[in-house]
C-alpha cells in the first residue's frame, strides 16, 4: 500500500475511525487476548465502547505468537476498513533472554555488544509477533535516588548518544520493512524524565535551555538521526509545561527543528495527567493541548476519543491534525509491512526455536561479564579452584537478578549465584547460607551464616536490593544497603577470613558498610538471565572484569547530585590558592564521590605513555590526532577503556572541567603495548551558548587521557579559527 493508498483510506475513514486510531490500549480490552476482559482498575472506568475498540490503532503488552496472531485475526475481522493493530511493548534489555539492565550495559563501553543485545531481543520479541518496542531509554541520569536510572547508560550525553544509536540499529536493523526479525524503536522518554528534583520520580524537572540542549537532549537526538522510528513523552514538565502537552518541546523543537515525522506517543496516562499537573481543567482541555503539541497516539486514557470528535466538531481543533497523526500511523504500519501481511514475523514454531536459545544465552552471558565493574580489590581475586566457598546473602540462592523492566523474563531460567558455583565447584567445597533477608535479618539468620562460613577459605557475599527497589516509581532516599545486611557483613568479619562482596542492585549505591569491610567488591547490576554464571567466570578469572563506571557512585546521598562533568565553581577546593574554609566543599564529606565515572579495575594493570598531539592547534577542518601507548604490565589479558576527555578552559558560558569526547576499548595480552589515537575535530569542540547558539570559540583547551574521569594525564592544546 503506498502513500496514496494511505491517504485515500484516510478519507474513507470516519472521524471517530480516525480518532480511535489515535487510541492504545492494553490487551484485557481485546478479544484473543490471554488476560481478555480482565478490565480493572483504573481500566474499568476509562468508559471504552466497543466501537473504539474495533477501530483502535494499538496494543500494549501483547506477547507471544499464539496471543497476537489471535488479537490480530479477530480484530480484522471486526474492523470495518481491514486496518491492522501495531502491537507495542516494552522490550528494554531483552524479550525472554534478559539481558543486563542498561545501566550495567552502559557500563560495558562495548557498543558492538549492546547492539547485539538489541538485536536479539528485538528477535525473540519479532518472532513473538511484537512490532515495536518502547526502547531505548535515553533520559541523561545524575541521581541515583531516582528508580529509573538501571533504565539509563548513564551520566554522560556523549557516551549515552553512542548506546541510543547502537541500540537503535540493533532494535531496528537496516531495512525494517524486510527484515521481520527486526522491530521499530521508541526512544523515550522525552525530555529529560531523568532530572526529577529530589530523585523522586514524575517530579518537576526545570532547567535552562541551555542546560537541556547541552546534556538532556543529544541522546535522543542521536536515536533519531540513525532512523528511529518513534517517540515517547515523558511525565514530567519542562520548563513549567508537561511534556505532553508542551508544543514548544514537541511540535517546535521535535518536528520542525529536527524534523522528527514518525509516531509521537504518550507515556501511560499521560494525556489525562495534563489535569493534575495543572495545565488542563478537564479531559476535554487535556485532549486539545496533547493533539496540540502533536501527542499521536493516547496511550490508555481517554481524552482523545471522548473528545475530539467534538472539539473537531466545534471548530477548537482542525481535523487536519487528526489526519497527519492518522497518516503517521499508517505510514508506521505500512513500514512494518502489515497491510500486506499483519502478523508479519509472527510464528509460533520458529518462537520455541529462537526465544531463550543457547546462542541467546551465551551472549546474554558474554554481555554480563562485560558489564560488571570491579570496584575493590585487595588481592583477594580471582577466587582459585581448590578454595572452599561460603557463599552467603539474600541473593546467593536468588533468581531475583534480571532486574526491572525485564516483564517476560523468568527467574526461573535465571542462572543463580547458586546454581553457577555448584557447577563451577565440587559441593564439598561449596556451602550456602541466606544470612539475612534482603531488608530483615535475625540472629538465627546471622548463626546459620557463621556456622556455614566456618571451614571456608573465603566468603562470597551475594547482595543488593530487590529488584523492585529500582525501576518505576522505585525511588529511594536513604541508597546504603539494607541495615540487615550491613549487619550481616559486620558479623562475618569477626570470622577474619576474606570476604568478596558481590552487588545487585540497580542504582549507585551509598557503599559505606561495604567497602571498608570487604576486601573485594563487584558491582554486578542486574545481570540478567545468565547473571549467575557471568559472575562467576569473573570470580574465577575465565573473564577478566572490564566494566567501567557511567555513573558516579556518591559517597553519600548527600553529595548528590554528583557527576564528573560539573563546573569548577569560583571557588574550587583543590584551588592552589585555596582558602582553608570559604571554597566550595562540605565540612562532613569530600567533594569527589566514591567512585568516578570512567571507573572500574581489571585483574591486570595498565601503564600509559606516549601520550602525543598531533600538533599543538586545532583549527575547523584540520582534526587533531591524540595517541597514547597502553602497556598491561600485569600477567593476565585483560580489556581497558581508554578514554579521551577534554576541558575548555575559558567559554563564553562556565564549560565542565571534563567532557568525555572518545573511548576505545582494547584487549591486550601481559606485557603487551598497544597505541590507541583519537581523532578530534573541531565538531567535537561546539557547545550551546547563552544565546543558544551551538560553536565552538577559539582558545586553550586540554586534552586527558586515561582509564578514567579522574585520573588522566593533560595535554594542552589550542583552537585557532
Ligand atoms: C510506563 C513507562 C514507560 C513504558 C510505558 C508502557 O509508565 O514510563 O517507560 O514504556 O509505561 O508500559
Not at 293 to 311: F, N, Q, R, S
Not at 515 to 534: K, M, N, Q, R, S
Request: net charge negative; with cysteine.
Amino acid at each position: 500500500m503506498n502513500e496514496n493508498h494511505l491517504t485515500s483510506l484516510i478519507d474513507q475513514m470516519t472521524l471517530d475511525e480516525k480518532i480511535a486510531q489515535l487510541m492504545q490500549l492494553a490487551t484485557p480490552f481485546y478479544k484473543g487476548a490471554s488476560n481478555e476482559g480482565q478490565i480493572t482498575g483504573p481500566m474499568a472506568s476509562m468508559g471504552i465502547s466497543e466501537e473504539v475498540i474495533r477501530s483502535s490503532g494499538s496494543v500494549l503488552g501483547a506477547s507471544g505468537a499464539k496471543e497476537i496472531i489471535n488479537i490480530q485475526k479477530t480484530h480484522l475481522s471486526e474492523n470495518r476498513l481491514g486496518i491492522p493493530l501495531l502491537f507495542m511493548s516494552d522490550i528494554i534489555h531483552g524479550y525472554k533472554t534478559i539481558f543486563p539492565v542498561p545501566l550495567a550495559i552502559g557500563c560495558s563501553w562495548d557498543l558492538e555488544s549492546a547492539e547485539k543485545s538489541a538485536e536479539i531481543a528485538a528477535k525473540e520479541a519479532a518472532v513473538s509477533g511484537v512490532h515495536v518496542t518502547f526502547a531505548p531509554m535515553v533520559d541523561l541520569v545524575r541521581d541515583p535516588r531516582w528508580g529509573r536510572v538501571m533504565e539509563s547508560t548513564g551520566e554522560d550525553p556523549f557516551l549515552n548518544s553512542q548506546f541510543a544509536e547502537a541500540f537503535v540499529h540493533g532494535f531496528q536493523g537496516e531495512k525494517l520493512e524486510t527484515d521481520h526479525d527486526r522491530v521499530a524503536a521508541c526512544v523515550k522518554h522525552f525530555a529529560a524524565y531523568g532530572a526529577p528534583e529530589g530523585g523522586r520520580d514524575y517530579n518537576t524537572v526545570d532547567m535552562s535551555e541551555r542546560q537541556l540542549r547541552e546534556y538532556y537532549l543529544p541522546a535522543y537526538k542521536a536515536a533519531l538521526d540513525v532512523g528511529c522510528e518513534m517517540v515517547m513523552t515523558a511525565f514530567n514538565t519542562v520548563d513549567g509545561i508537561p511534556a505532553s502537552g508542551n508544543k514548544k518541546l514537541m511540535r517546535d523543537l521535535l518536528r520542525d527543528e529536527w524534523n522528527f515525522d514518525g509516531v509521537l506517543i504518550s507515556d501511560w496516562g499521560a494525556v489525562k495527567e495534563l489535569i493534575p499537573h495543572g495545565v488542563a481543567e478537564d479531559t476535554q482541555e487535556a485532549a486539545k493541548k496533547a493533539i496540540t503539541a502533536g501527542v499521536d497516539i493516547e496511550m490508555m486514557t481517554p481524552c482523545y476519543v471522548h473528545h475530539l470528535v467534538d472539539l473537531v466538531k466545534e471548530g477548537q481543533v482542525n481535523e487536519a491534525l487528526i489526519d497527519e497523526a492518522v497518516l503517521r500511523i499508517l505510514q508506521l504500519k505500512q513500514k512494518l509491512g502489515l497491510f500486506e501481511n499483519p502478523y508479519r514475523g509472527a510464528n509460533e514454531e520458529r518462537e520455541r526455536e529462537i526465544v531463550l536459545s543457547d546462542s541467546h544465552r551465551q551472549t546474554a552471558r558474554d554481555l554480563a561479564s562485560k558489564s560488571c565493574v570491579l570496584l575493590r580489590n585487595e588481592s583477594v581475586l580471582p577466587l582459585n579452584a581448590d578454595q572452599k566457598v561460603a557463599l552467603i546473602g539474600p541473593f546467593a540462592d536468588n533468581g531475583d537478578i534480571l532486574g526491572a523492566w525485564s516483564w517476560l523474563g523468568s527467574k526461573d531460567d535465571a542462572i543463580k549465584l547458586s546454581d553457577a558455583f555448584s557447577t563451577r565447584i565440587d559441593s564439598g567445597q561449596l556451602s550456602i547460607a541466606k544470612g539475612c533477608d534482603i531488608e530483615t535479618g535475625s540472629n538465627e539468620q546471622i548463626d546459620e551464616a557463621l556456622r556455614t562460613a566456618e571451614n571456608a577459605d573465603v566468603i562470597v557475599l551475594a547482595l543488593g536490593e530487590h529488584s523492585d527497589m529500582s525501576g518505576e516509581a522505585g525511588c529511594l532516599a536513604d541508597i546504603r544497603l539494607p541495615e540487615a545486611q550491613l549487619n550481616l557483613i559486620t558479623a562475618l568479619k569477626k570470622l577474619g577470613k576474606p570476604m568478596i562482596s558481590v552487588l545487585f542492585n540497580g542504582r549507585p549505591l551509598d557503599l559505606h558498610g561495604v567497602i571498608e569491610h570487604t576486601d573485594a567488591v563487584l558491582e554486578a547490576w542486574y545481570p540478567g538471565t545468565e547473571g549467575g554464571a557471568a559472575i562467576v567466570d569473573l570470580l574465577y578469572g575465565d573473564t577478566n572484569p572490564s566494566g567501567r563506571l557511567t555513573m558516579s557512585f556518591p559517597y553519600s546521598v548527600g553529595q548528590v547530585p554528583v557527576y564528573y562533568n560539573n563546573y569548577n565553581t569560583g571557588r574550587p577546593k583543590d584551588a592552589p590558592d585555596a582558602q582553608e574554609r570559604y571554597v566550595s566543599q562540605y565540612l562532613d564529606i569530600p567533594n569527589e564521590p566514591l567512585f568516578p565515572f570512567g571507573f572500574g579495575l581489571s585483574y591486570t594493570t595498565f601503564s600509559y605513555s606516549d601520550i602525543t598531539l598531533s600538533a599543538d592547534t586545532i583549527k575547523p577542518g584540520q582534526p587533531l590526532s591524540i595517541s597514547v601507548s597502553v602497556t598491561n604490565t600485569g600477567n593476565v589479558a585483560g580489556e581497558e577503556v581508554v578514554q579521551l576527555y577534554i576541558r575548555d578552559v575559558a567559554g563564553e558560558v562556565v564549560r565542565p572541567l571534563k567532557e568525555l569526547k572518545g573511548f576505545k576499548k582494547i584487549m591486550v595480552a601481559p606485557g603487551e603495548t598497544k597505541q590507541v589515537t583519537f581523532e578530534l575535530t573541531e565538531e567535537q569542540l561546539r557547545y550551546h551558548h547563552s544565546d543558544l547558539s551551538f560553536e565552538s570559540d577559539p582558545g586553550a583547551f586540554v586534552a586527558y587521557v586515561g582509564s578514567n574521569s579522574k585520573d588522566g594525564t593533560a595535554r594542552q592544546f589550542e583552537l585557532i579559527k
